[in-house]
């Protein structure tokens, strides 16, 4: 699974951790989370994010 990076604050989604706070369990593709998701760091949503290369 690849990892994506808020291009707003830099934060990196790494789908090998989720994201506890978000409710988000390790093991989720960046793909399948929630419309609803946003950043953890700066709240913007996943139409921000790119693959990090």
């Not at 690849?2 to 789908?15: A, F, L, M």
């Not at 989720?18 to 700066?42: E, R």
């Amino acid at each position: 699974m690849k990892k994506y990076v808020c291009e707003v604050c830099g934060y990196i989604y790494d789908p090998e951790l989720g994201d506890p706070d978000g409710g988000i369990a390790p093991h989720v593709d960046f793909n399948d989370l929630p419309d609803y998701w946003v950043c953890p760091i700066c709240a913007f949503n996943k139409d921000n994010f790119s693959v990090l290369e």
